[in-house]
């Protein structure tokens, strides 16, 4: 980069109104990065002619390979006296990740859109982001040239089409708009109706029908050519449709001026030629705008006269070439070059870090339940410095790490290899010269010496000199940046900075800390606080950067040296009144997993090492270590979990690795007894009986004398030291209250949170927003879950699981136990009559319940959407001499095993009262601690293994079924090719939803539904079938039970040939299910010998 410009950027970097910080966004093969490349040649920094074609933000080997971004990529251009922080990021669904991190560091976005694919599931989802991060977006619509090159439309068709696309894409943001608007006025609803109840009020009440949407402004939302915020384009080929130009042409050809023309551009409005006029009509005036395609390639004088009126320089080649596409190209890029409109657009259209709203500062402050007003003042204050956007000295230092990437250490400015001056060029040659000399004199030393052994030596010397180089080079080859944004304050290289975790509480932090004390104090420990310093500062300029002494707000940059600080994303700033920022909005969810080891077991340091380094380099990738030792490595998609294997094995590892297939994800859950079996025959009830004592039986098998299942299903369950019973019964919840529960996980972790804090008593502050939210989660609830057998159940909720979020449901179902609920947060102030008392043991029951869900009985897996009813619990009193005489009670209670629990009972209690008569005062004493430490002894433990089991039998005794991770498949394809997309998703238990021909193309929409586990090799296949005509979109969609019963046996003849072992169908469940338990090392019912037919040769019975 030159030097000038360099010190260009670094003036313009202290003038906050004057930046743009901005991201690319766009469907996958929009045209982002080709675009990024027309706005990097605006600059220099690369040729116009290779424009579209270098992909200059596109840095990786594979990303050049296969044609897509897999990273956001930041570059700082100039333009006028505005400085632009341009981040392009991928489209492929797999890395929407990279989207979030770059959305949040921006202020503004360019929406790109394909002029003839129009609005795509990507599009929507790239519009649904910026909007949540309270982002504005402008539009450009690219690939103008394939209307007149591909589809060949007229003007007036041209016009049709795009003002169609417009219409999608307001279409999108008016239903986010909309949303927005009916929430703000509930809220404002349920405002109004707490304060008419507080007065009372007489007469007839009049309600307002209205939704609010008339009242409100929302035409700055929408994109229109004649608002300035859409521009079309097409960036292969460097032109725009700019009307900015076209109104400037026509003002001075028709004596109108040029705002008024710039408003009627678009829409129904024509240019009268005669008149000289502008006229409301059926006709339009954009249509001057886009030329018929025939005038390009046919008359050779018009395009001479042409390029002659617009000063246009056209090469030979050009003018020769057969192509259309060719003559288009090389008159509007220079004639129209699209740089210009979009720079323009970008810098009178998007907000700079001066303009950011107060609500989205409050949301970036507001983590979890807290609300902003409920911080302490000290942070309130800082909503000022973020506000202003002040440089000054004093100014609190704020900066947000939204990831960070690994970068070759070659590549830093401290190692680069700069230009040498004219004093270091003779310096050198006279050492050159030098060493020449020498050599000379010692091959005339050579000769008389004995030359094998000189050479041996020099070799021997050379490899000890150079073997620990190359270990060094090895060790020290990637480093780690920070990719950030300062919001407030100064950045200084060398500062010391407050690292804040997400977890961090100021107010905790406050009470703890000195007022006034920096980073660079000695300080007590606060929980997630730590310090760090900048080390170095650094300026993004695509792939490379440049050393920075300090950096003002506003700007985007890269900070290294935080690799041992900060994992993947992070807060810093100096003051630690400074709260965590809400955490990223991930739209991809990680669900492909593979197992990894390294193919030489001496290197699994290396591998461990390496996957350290990826998991921080990347920001959806996890990695795992299961309770088998397995290294699990968690992507978000086939590509990206390709990208991820081969940055491990040559990148951060450097070894060479094995990955298993892929880990499939499922679900185990119950349904209510099926009427019909797998063959639709009716189910009878008496079959129905006969699987549940059947399933009683084995159970009974293992387990008789502590294990009970009825025939209703409920199974009761004692301790093995006979002091607790546990009675469970297994109700399949409706469809919808599970989907609720899934997608309102967060919410219940939030809601576990604050029943932790009550338990603790802890007081917190909790926004009304997140109460609201959990009040309509408990109405949603009550709301899903009628009838009979559902009476009062949300009030008996006692946790949820696994993991105390999950979408499982523990129900208090035992008699004369009211424990305090789940929903005790809502209740206001204080309660009337007796507060309800958590009984001993209550821990270990939710525990068991946890680990139950956790990992079921079919295949290990989590369940889903069930719901576990308690109905009795006991436990015994005379749990206290179990510590003291352990041998003795377990002989006595061996002995009396026959005589059922009374006489384990009087067992008990009559030792209990010989041991009252002898004990002394110490003996006494050590029993009152014995009891006292019970509830962490063997009764808890057995008491979780009995509910866990308790648990599963429960579950068994019900018909079980497996759920299946399930994508959402969207498929754009010609007409040619529709049935072979059909059949490879009919061969991958594929269900097609519905088909659309998209308007004005041959193109048709299919969405379809397809099984994670059937995805792999999916896109490559399509692909292949095709001929490269049709591009799957795989987005994870939803669970969704397997309908057949993996335990069904065929009982009749014909049920075996149709559903048997050698049958055609094979049951998909069942071969789902081994498949699990195969990889987990479970046992699987199967025969070793398949085929036992006897072999006949050829030549026996000729």
Avoid at 709 to 717: A, E, I, K, N, R
């Amino acid at each position: 980069m030159g030097h000038t410009s360099l010190e260009k950027i670094i003036a313009l970097q202290r003038n906050p109104a004057n930046i743009r910080n901005l991201c690319i966004l766009a469907h996958v093969d929009h045209g982002k990065t080709t675009l990024a490349d027309c706005l990097v040649a605006s600059n220099g920094i690369i040729s116009n002619r290779l424009a579209g074609k270098l992909r200059y933000l596109d840095s990786r080997e594979d990303e050049q390979i296969r044609g897509i971004t897999m990273k956001s990529s930041a570059i700082s251009l100039l333009y006028k006296e505005y400085l632009l922080n341009l981040i392009d990021s991928p489209g492929h669904v797999d890395f929407s990740s990279e989207v979030s991190t770059a959305v949040r560091l921006c202020d503004g976005a360019i929406v790109v859109i394909d002029a003839v694919e129009g609005v795509c599931p990507q599009t929507q989802v790239v519009l649904r982001q910026a909007w949540l991060e309270n982002i504005r977006p402008v539009l450009v619509v690219n690939k103008m040239d394939r209307l007149i090159t591909e589809l060949k439309l007229t003007s007036q068709e041209a016009y049709i089409h795009l003002q169609k696309i417009l219409e999608q894409v307001n279409a999108v943001t008016g239903t986010l708009f909309t949303s927005k608007v009916l929430e703000e006025r509930a809220e404002k609803e349920k405002e109004e109706k707490e304060e008419k109840e507080s007065e009372a009020s007489g007469g007839d009440q009049v309600y307002d029908w209205s939704a609010g949407l008339e009242e409100t402004d929302d035409s700055h939302l929408y994109f229109s050519p004649d608002q300035g915020n859409v521009v079309f384009a097409s960036a292969i080929d460097g032109w725009d449709s700019g009307m900015a130009q076209f109104a400037h042409i026509y003002s001075q050809r028709m004596g109108i001026r040029a705002e008024v023309l710039l408003k009627t551009l678009w829409g129904d409005f024509y240019l009268n030629a005669k008149a000289k006029k502008i006229m409301k009509g059926a006709q339009n005036t954009f249509v001057l705008i886009i030329p018929p395609q025939n005038s390009w390639a046919e008359d050779k004088e018009k395009v001479e006269k042409m390029v002659t009126s617009l000063g246009v320089k056209l090469m030979a080649r050009d003018s020769r070439h057969s192509d259309p596409k060719v003559l288009l190209s090389a008159i509007c890029s220079q004639w129209l070059p699209v740089s210009q409109a979009v720079l323009s657009m970008v810098c009178e259209k998007l907000p700079s870090p001066l303009d950011m709203a107060a609500e989205r500062v409050e949301k970036l402050m507001s983590v979890g339940a807290r609300r902003f007003d409920s911080l302490p003042k000290e942070t309130q204050e800082l909503k000022q410095a973020f506000l202003q956007c002040s440089s000054e000295e004093n100014a609190p230092v704020i900066v947000f790490v939204s990831k960070m990437f690994a970068v070759d250490t070659k590549a830093l400015p401290q190692n680069k290899q700069r230009p040498l001056t004219q004093e270091e060029i003779a310096q050198r040659r006279e050492l050159a010269r030098q060493r020449h000399a020498d050599r000379l004199a010692a091959n005339q030393q050579a000769e008389n010496q004995d030359a094998l052994s000189l050479c041996l030596s020099a070799q021997m010397e050379s490899l000890a000199v150079k073997e620990p180089k190359l270990e060094e080079d090895e060790g020290t080859k990637e480093t780690f940046v920070a990719f950030a944004r300062v919001y407030s304050g100064v950045v200084k290289r060398g500062q010391r900075m407050f690292v804040l975790g997400p977890k961090f509480d100021p107010t905790q932090a406050l009470s703890m800390l000195s007022e006034g004390c920096s980073a660079s104090d000695a300080l007590p420990a606060v929980p997630h606080l730590s310090c760090c310093s900048m080390e170095s500062l650094y300026l993004l300029m695509g792939r490379e950067l440049e050393g920075l002494e300090e950096v003002p707000s506003g700007n985007i940059l890269g900070i290294g040296g935080l690799e041992e600080c900060v994992l993947k994303s992070a807060t810093l700033s100096t003051s630690p009144a400074c709260p965590p920022f809400t955490p990223l909005n991930f739209e991809a969810a990680a669900i492909v997993r593979v197992a990894i080891e390294p193919k030489h077991p001496s290197e699994m340091p290396k591998l461990v090492h390496g996957m350290r380094l990826l998991n921080q380099a990347d920001p959806c990738a996890e990695v795992l270590i299961q309770e088998t030792g397995e290294h699990v490595l968690v992507t978000a998609g086939e590509v990206h979990l390709q990208r991820c294997l081969d940055d491990l094995r040559d990148r951060f590892a450097k070894i060479e690795i094995s990955a298993s297939k892929p880990i499939i994800p499922f679900r185990e859950t119950v349904v209510r007894p099926p009427k019909v079996d797998m063959v639709n025959e009716e189910v009878g009830k008496q079959q129905k009986v006969a699987i549940i004592h059947q399933v009683k039986e084995v159970s009974q098998g293992r387990l008789s004398d502590t294990l009970h299942v009825d025939s209703s299903g409920l199974v009761t369950l004692t301790t093995p030291n006979r002091l607790a019973t546990v009675a469970v019964r297994a109700i399949p919840l409706p469809q919808d209250v599970t989907r609720l529960l899934e997608d309102s996980s967060e919410l219940i972790r939030t809601l576990e949170q604050l029943n932790m804090s009550l338990r603790e008593g802890r007081r917190i502050d909790v926004s009304p927003r997140t109460l609201e939210a959990i009040t309509e989660l408990k109405s949603q609830l009550e709301s899903l879950l009628q009838g009979r057998k559902w009476r009062n159940t949300v009030e008996r909720i006692w946790a949820f699981g696994p993991r105390r979020y999950g979408p499982n449901i523990l129900l208090n179902s035992v008699e004369g136990y009211h424990r305090p609920s789940v929903w005790q947060c809502l209740v206001k102030g204080e309660r009337s009559g007796e507060a309800p008392v958590v009984r001993d043991f209550d821990n270990s029951i939710v525990s068991g319940f946890q680990l139950a869900t956790l990992s079921g009985p079919m295949c290990e897996e989590p369940l889903m959407g069930v719901c576990f009813s308690v109905e009795q619990w006991d436990i015994q009193s005379s749990s206290e001499p179990q510590h003291q005489d352990s041998v003795e009670e377990d002989s006595a209670s061996h002995e009396a095993s026959g005589d059922g629990t009374s006489t384990a009972e009087g067992t008990s209690e009559t030792s209990a009262q010989a041991e009252g008569i002898t004990a002394g005062p110490s003996q006494a004493k050590r029993r009152t601690e014995a009891g006292s430490v019970d509830c962490y002894g063997p009764v808890s433990g057995q008491l979780i293994a009995a509910m866990k089991d308790a648990c599963r039998h429960a579950f068994q005794a019900q018909p079980q079924r497996l759920m299946a991770a399930m994508y959402t498949c969207e498929i754009m394809a010609t007409a040619e090719v529709l049935g072979r997309v059909y059949g490879v998703l009919g061969k991958r238990e594929g269900r097609v939803l519905h088909e659309e021909m998209k308007e004005g193309t041959d193109m048709f929409i299919i969405k379809a539904i397809l099984p994670v586990a059937e995805s792999f090799g999916f896109a490559d296949e399509i692909r292949k079938r095709t001929s490269g005509l049709a591009s799957p979109q795989l987005v994870f969609s939803h669970w969704e039970v397997i309908s057949s019963d993996p335990y069904w046996v065929p009982t009749t003849e014909e049920e075996y040939l149709h559903f048997g072992e050698k049958a055609d169908s094979a049951n998909q469940a069942l071969k789902y299910m081994n498949a699990v338990r195969r990889r987990k090392g479970l046992y699987v019912e199967e025969k070793i010998v398949e085929h036992a037919e006897k072999q006949r040769t050829l030549s026996k019975n000729k």
